[in-house]
């Protein structure tokens, strides 16, 4: 909905030029050049506002600025000026609002999930949220798994009070033909676990769990992909922490190579997870929920300390420690973030691997606590892994201590 309004407060709220700039100079995010960019759109905008009687902070949101792009296209020559630096224009502004401490609407409303649309389904969720302890994560893609199976058992004029073994072993040919390996192997696990709901309740007479056949997954394959802490070590000084965002990958990267946290881990750190005077930091498992206490190390808390003071924007709309380095300075969400990061100060590093995922200092701390004799019980327990034999991928990287029990190779 479009907002009207002939409050003249909230024309007296406008953020000047002066102001803008010195909120944008602050915040280290915006150059000069694009800054002076920004303030030809903003006028643009304010015209736009003055002509449709808007409330300048009500339209700062992703539904406004494509009504305010659109307004543009229809009485100007879109070649007149870059449309493409409308949206990010109005993203500065509404940072300056936020600054100001101008009430906003969320620039987008937050996704709901769609509801279970059938009955079996929906009590499938409740049984592996409130019984089985499924995150919401792990439980959508459960749903969206058997709401595959449902519309390949539908397309043969099946529902799953019909389901048979064939029909599922079909639909796992399927599912191999356009899935990785790993991803039959997790899809065949979910149609195991649904089944077994269908047997718990009563819904079918017959356990079909028992015979649902997956690609087989060789536990140890092949190598956890791990750096040599020697790399590790040329990460870290590769980082340029003379910039903002450089205090902020220098920061995340070292508690992940300290500490052998996960992506999920450490973009869902908060301000209040820091506790300065007990010194310590909790950290919460993705997977789990579990909460978990870290010591804060002299060395991570001095870097913390230097990104939080002059690297993190302040008047950031989110709690999150690591934020995005430009605006909206919202949350880190996904691991490719990280990876991003990772990637960016590994190629500065001259570092060629051949995994560069987000997990790679996580195993890398964990082959190098191997490798300086941490006990398997204390190194699982602080990895999160419930399975202390889990660690035996770790072992076969940690090359150096292979190297001093290895016994010589008969000639």
């Given amino acids: 909905m479009v907002t009207r309004s002939g409050n003249l407060q909230h024309i007296e709220r406008q953020p000047t030029d002066r102001v803008m700039l010195q909120v944008w100079r ?16 903003i006028a643009r905008f304010r015209r736009y506002c003055a002509e449709l009687g808007l409330v300048e902070a009500n339209e700062l949101t992703h539904e406004g600025a494509k009504r305010f792009q659109a307004w543009y296209k229809g009485s100007h020559n879109a070649c007149t000026a870059p449309i493409g630096l409308a949206s990010s224009s109005m993203h500065a502004l509404r940072r300056v609002h936020e600054v100001m401490g101008t009430p906003m609407p969320p620039w987008r409303p937050p996704a709901s999930r769609r509801s279970p649309s059938s009955a079996v389904l929906r009590d499938y969720a409740v049984q592996l949220a409130q019984h089985r302890g499924n995150p919401d994560a792990t439980v959508h893609k459960k749903l969206d798994h058997v709401s595959k199976l449902l519309e390949h058992l539908a397309a043969s004029g099946k529902s799953w009070r019909q389901m048979r073994l064939p029909d599922i072993d079909d639909f796992l ?80 990267l070292l508690m992940m190579s300290t500490y052998g946290l996960g992506a999920g881990e450490v973009i869902r750190l908060q301000l209040q997870d820091i506790d300065w005077t007990a010194g310590t930091i909790q ?32 008047h ?73 034999q889990s660690l035996s991928a770790y072992v076969r990287i940690a090359t150096q201590t292979l190297r001093e029990v290895s016994l010589p190779v008969p000639r």
């Fill in 173 to 252: 040919i399927q599912c191999a033909y356009g899935y990785s390996r790993a991803t039959t192997a997790d899809i065949a696990c979910t149609v195991r676990s649904f089944c077994r709901f269908l047997l718990a309740s009563g819904r079918l007479r017959f356990d079909l769990a028992v015979s649902v056949i997956s690609p087989v997954q060789p536990k140890f394959e092949r190598p956890r992909r791990a750096w040599p802490w020697e790399d590790v070590q040329r990460l870290l000084r590769a980082v340029d922490t003379s910039t903002a965002a450089g205090l902020r990958d220098h920061a995340l």
């Fill in 26 to 41: 602050a915040d280290r995010s915006i150059s000069d050049i694009v800054a002076q960019l920004y303030l030809q759109w």
């Fill in 316 to 388: 950031t709309p989110t709690r999150h420690v690591f934020v995005q380095a430009k605006v909206p300075f919202g949350a880190l969400t996904a691991s490719s973030a990280v990876r991003h990061v990772l990637v960016k100060h590994a190629k500065a590093a001259g570092i060629h691997a051949a995994y560069m995922g987000s997990h790679v200092l996580r195993h890398s701390n964990a082959a190098r606590q191997v490798d300086v004799g941490t006990q398997a019980r204390t190194l699982s327990e602080l990895l999160g892994h419930r399975d202390s």
């Fill in 283 to 314: 950290v919460v498992r993705p997977k789990t929920g579990v909460n978990f206490v870290l010591p804060l190390l002299p060395a991570v808390g001095k870097v913390l300390a230097s990104y939080l003071r002059h690297g993190r924007p302040p």
